[in-house]
């Protein structure tokens, strides 16, 4: 389930988002991918506590993440502390999904059981797989959309934090995390639109 793609306007949202989380103490895995990028992200020694979801609500959502975005040649949601960024968005306001989220959970919880008699954080990876994306297409609760909803909801935020993260951003190739030893020079030389363009300062 990776590769999530967003539009413009949703990346500038994510940004912007991203910008004022990054500016508070206490994440122990994410790190905003704009901070000064040539410098290791401190890692705190303490194990990161949740502001918003309790314990269990957390631990699920963790596993959610890791579900949308899973690691492979590349550090996936789980490492790169998407659930932290989720926890603090919805602890400094954010509406959409402070209890949109945690009726999710709490949702997420009642099929599992339904299904399986345990809670979706005991169920097997690929017990939670088929749930998710049955949930992602609609297919489960009285009403189909319940589930649906969430999963949206629930990946637009593993998204926004994971494309915003250091790790996300180094994946995606972002040009803010180079460091030129001198500023690059334009790479179409040979466009008379172009040649008014100075030198490369060194």
Same mark, same amino acid.
């Given at each position: 389930?990776?590769?999530?793609?967003?539009?413009?306007?949703?990346?500038?949202?994510?940004?912007?988002?991203?910008?004022?989380?990054?500016?508070?103490?206490?994440?122990?895995?994410?790190?905003?991918?704009?901070?000064?990028?040539?410098?290791?992200?401190?890692?705190?020694?303490?194990?990161?506590?949740?502001?918003?979801?309790?314990?269990?609500?957390?631990?699920? %959502?963790?596993?959610?993440?890791?579900?949308?975005?899973?690691?492979?040649?590349?550090?996936?949601?789980?490492?790169?502390?998407?659930?932290?960024?989720?926890?603090?968005?919805?602890?400094?306001?954010?509406?959409?999904?402070?209890?949109?989220?945690?009726?999710?959970?709490?949702?997420?919880?009642?099929?599992?059981?339904?299904?399986?008699?345990?809670?979706?954080?005991?169920?097997?990876?690929?017990?939670?797989?088929?749930? %998710?994306?049955?949930?992602?297409?609609?297919?489960?609760?009285?009403?189909?959309?319940?589930?649906?909803?969430?999963?949206?909801?629930?990946?637009?935020?593993?998204?926004?934090?994971?494309?915003?993260?250091?790790?996300?951003?180094?994946?995606?190739?972002?040009?803010?995390?180079?460091?030129?030893?001198?500023?690059?020079?334009?790479?179409?030389?040979?466009?008379?639109?172009?040649?008014? %363009?100075?030198?490369?300062?060194?």
């Amino acid at each position: 389930m990776a590769n999530q793609g967003f539009d413009r306007r949703t990346a500038l949202e994510m940004l912007a988002k991203a910008a004022i989380a990054s500016q508070f103490p206490g994440f122990h895995r994410w790190a905003f991918g704009a901070e000064e990028a040539h410098e290791a992200a401190p890692i705190s020694a303490q194990p990161y506590k949740p502001m918003y979801f309790s314990d269990a609500e957390y631990h699920t %959502l963790d596993m959610l993440t890791d579900l949308i975005i899973p690691a492979d040649y590349t550090p996936g949601a789980k490492e790169a502390g998407v659930s932290e960024f989720i926890d603090f968005m919805a602890a400094h306001g954010e509406k959409e999904i402070q209890q949109p989220m945690r009726d999710g959970l709490m949702w997420l919880d009642s099929v599992s059981k339904n299904a399986h008699n345990e809670v979706f954080a005991k169920l097997s990876p690929e017990q939670q797989t088929a749930i %998710l994306k049955a949930a992602s297409r609609g297919e489960l609760g009285p009403d189909k959309t319940t589930g649906r909803h969430f999963f949206l909801l629930i990946r637009r935020y593993t998204t926004m934090g994971y494309y915003t993260s250091r790790a996300g951003l180094k994946e995606l190739d972002f040009p803010g995390l180079r460091l030129y030893t001198q500023s690059p020079e334009c790479p179409h030389k040979d466009d008379p639109q172009h040649l008014h %363009l100075a030198a490369p300062r060194i």
